[in-house]
């Protein structure tokens, strides 16, 4: 059973009504609930400090009020009481003697006037200074001696001073009594005390009406104020939630294309996760790779980089569903939750849509550019039944694609085998293109087998990576192949050994570099300009670089591996067809091509001296070759055995372990010194190289 059927074979889950009713609740009825809950509180609390802050100051008020009040009136009684006795006494009506029953009535009267005091309910008293009371209200106390109190002690000594206090009868009428204690003074001496109390509510009713006032006015400013609170707090917090959005939008949105990041891309699929559980449904994730994008990036800069993933971005925006996400995850990373799902086919479809509008050339700033994609897709719950595991089986999926050379693929178990480790050395791999020290170049001689002289190098590259160790080409060849980054890789090759061969040039050491290219490079149409390029910038001969292609190679597109050679061709440079013998290619397909070369594989050389077959298919390649105008190199050559048994088949060129291993750079001058003192090659001079060159 395929991926596919395996998908649509998979089972629904049940669905629950009542919990796909409450999941239903639409976003904005919810939100306006929200909303009007939230204002009820906020009126609710301001309120409720409102209140309390109000009865703190009312509280506050009232004492002052009545304080001031309590002070107005003692100065009222003090100064009533000063003018009553200076105007009626002598010094002697202090001496003890009670009040002639004249002077008693005018007091009586007189008190009788004061009644803003509520003088009719004041009991007033005067004693002299030894306590005898010489008038009072209450005729009956008159005459009487008394001690005093302390505060009529002070008054003696001419502090005046009032309290409330509490009698029985009045505080039974729910009041206090207001004493006042005064010094009288009489010609500037103090001669007597003077006790006078009232009931309270004058005080208390002159307070009430003031603070009833003021309680009116306090309260309607805060009720004002409290109303006025409610558009001052609708404004802050409509600022507020715009601030806060553009942060989230920030934080959940990639600047450039405008679209979801990795963060939110995870919390749909949560959601979208979520749901499908509740409903029964599946949901869909597509991760979409593009091929060469760094290629691009590259070579038109990153500004129009940004400017092609803006429109990749809009395109598979363009292509989905309204409730379809679409997200960048960074790099010419996207990815698409598809929720929903009730047929795995509609994922299938919208993958074949995006490689399609993918593919159709981009324009950017009159410089039309192709892409290419990978897309991995994971279903739930097949592939994994939370977040983190889609992604990271769609991250796979997709790597899978591209290894398979598929436009998409959804994820299988198979993926999984050994896709985290070269998912890692991918990524090193991209790092490592970037740096200087990483990738180097070795140099394998090629040695012509008549004269043993040396005619060229073969760069291979190597990887020496950081903690790995030294990478052989084999282990990562391939993964830059699927990765996209093979492309980077060849020119990068290129670079170190066109820099080398100008390098050895320079020093007089003539050799022609064998640089390999690999199968995908042959879809780069811009592949020979680069390469002109790269011989200009170092000033290389283009007759001394040889550019390797394998037979397989060739055979995986004809039409435009042909055209692509034809070009290359045309600037001049060498071709060799690698790994000759093992792809099958038909004699009259090679006869059209633009080669100069074979070089038969090493598994037929190493096996000729005990494989009859491969030696018949050794001998053929080479009189094949001659026949087509070709020379030959075998490759692989391990003992001196297989050199002469290729000596004796008329072979042009060895190569292998037999020579030497592949060299760093720096000992290629010595061993080609070396080899050639032992072979008795005399140094050629540049002109004799030259002749020898054109007579091949
Ligand atoms: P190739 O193009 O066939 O390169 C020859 C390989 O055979 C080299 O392995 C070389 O070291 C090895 N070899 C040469 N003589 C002998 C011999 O006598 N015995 C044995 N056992 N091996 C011999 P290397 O360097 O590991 O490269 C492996 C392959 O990786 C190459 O095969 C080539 O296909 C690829 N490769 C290497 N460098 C590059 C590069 O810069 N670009 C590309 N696209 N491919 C490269
Ligand atoms: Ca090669
Ligand atoms: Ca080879």
Not at 636 to 644: M, N, P, Y
Request: net charge negative; with cysteine.
């Amino acid at each position: 059973m395929s991926d596919i059927e395996t998908i649509l074979a998979a089972p629904r889950r049940g669905r629950n009504p009542a919990k796909v009713l409450k999941w239903c609740m639409r976003p904005a009825e919810e939100s306006v609930m929200h909303k009007t809950r939230l204002l009820v509180r906020f009126g609710a609390v301001t309120f409720a400090l409102l209140v309390i802050l109000g009865s703190v100051v009312s509280n506050a008020v009232n004492h002052t009020i009545r304080d001031r009040t309590l002070q107005y009136y003692t100065q009222s009684v003090e100064n009533m009481m000063v003018l009553m006795v200076n105007k009626l006494m002598t010094a002697e009506d202090f001496s003890g003697k009670p009040f002639t029953p004249e002077k008693a009535a005018i007091l009586d009267s007189l008190l009788g006037d004061f009644t803003f005091l509520g003088a009719e309910q004041l009991t007033a008293t005067l004693y002299n200074p030894d306590g005898v009371v010489i008038w009072a209200t209450d005729p009956a106390v008159v005459g009487t001696k008394a001690r005093l109190t302390p505060a009529q002690r002070k008054a003696l000594a001419g502090t005046t001073s009032s309290r409330f206090t509490n009698t029985p009868d009045i505080k039974a009428k729910g009041g206090q009594v207001i004493q006042y204690t005064l010094a009288i003074p009489f010609d500037g001496k103090i001669v007597g005390v003077a006790q006078a109390d009232t009931p309270d509510y004058v005080i208390t009713v002159q307070t009430e009406r003031d603070l009833k006032k003021i309680q009116l006015i306090l309260g309607g400013g805060m009720f004002l104020f409290w109303v006025a609170l409610f558009p001052i707090a609708m404004t802050v917090a409509r600022a507020l939630r715009r601030q806060a959005a553009e942060n989230e939008h920030l934080a959940m949105h990639d600047q450039l294309t405008g679209l979801p990041n990795r963060n939110l891309l995870k919390d749909r699929l949560e959601q979208a996760v979520a749901r499908s559980s509740r409903t029964g449904h599946q949901t869909g994730l597509l991760f979409v790779d593009l091929d060469r994008f760094k290629e691009v990036n590259d070579a038109l800069g990153h500004q129009q980089g940004d400017i092609l993933l803006g429109q990749i971005a809009a395109r598979l925006a363009d292509a989905v569903r309204d409730a379809d996400s679409v997200a960048r995850l960074g790099g010419d990373e996207f990815a698409v939750v598809v929720p929903d799902v009730t047929d795995p086919a509609v994922l299938v479809g919208l993958a074949e849509r995006f490689t399609e509008l993918l593919r159709v050339p981009f324009e950017i700033n009159n410089i039309t550019v192709n892409v290419d994609a990978s897309i991995g897709v994971t279903i739930f719950p097949d592939h994994g039944t939370d977040a983190d595991t889609l992604m990271q089986r769609a991250d796979i999926a997709m790597y899978a694609a591209k290894e398979a050379g598929l436009d998409y693929t959804f994820y299988s178990a198979e993926h999984d085998s050994n896709s985290p480790v070269k998912l890692a050395l991918a990524g090193e791999l991209r790092r490592a293109l970037d740096n200087d020290d990483e990738l180097v170049m070795h140099f394998h001689p090629l040695v012509d087998v008549r004269t043993n002289v040396v005619t060229g190098v073969e760069a291979l590259i190597r990887w020496n990576h950081p903690t790995r160790g030294f990478v052989l080409p084999d282990d990562f060849i391939p993964l830059a192949e699927q990765s996209g980054l093979i492309r980077p890789l060849t020119i990068k090759a290129l670079d170190l050994s066109l820099a080398q061969c100008r390098t050895w040039s320079d020093a007089g050491l003539h050799l022609r570099v064998a640089v390999n290219l690999s199968a995908r490079n042959l879809r780069e149409a811009d592949l020979p300009g680069r390469i002109a390029d790269l011989l200009a910038r170092h000033q290389v001969d283009p007759q001394d670089l040889e550019l390797e292609i394998t037979e397989s190679a060739l055979l995986s597109d004809p039409a435009c591996a042909n055209m692509l050679l034809h070009q290359l061709a045309d600037i001049g440079v060498h071709l060799a067809l690698d790994d000759f013998g093992t792809g099958y290619s038909s004699l009259s397909y090679l006869k059209n091509l633009p080669v100069n070369q074979l070089k038969i594989d090493r598994s037929f050389v190493n096996n000729m001296s005990n494989d009859a077959t491969d030696a018949m298919i050794v001998r053929s390649v080479i009189e094949l070759a001659h026949n087509l105008g070709l020379d030959v190199t075998a490759e692989g050559v391990e003992t001196a055995d297989q050199l002469s048994h290729l000596r004796n088949l008329s072979c042009d060129t060895i190569q292998g372990y037999h020579l030497t291993k592949p060299l760093a750079a720096d000992l290629i001058p010595g061993w080609i010194a070396g080899y050639h003192h032992r072979n008795g090659v005399r140094e050629l001079s540049q002109d004799a190289r030259e002749s020898f060159r054109s007579s091949q």
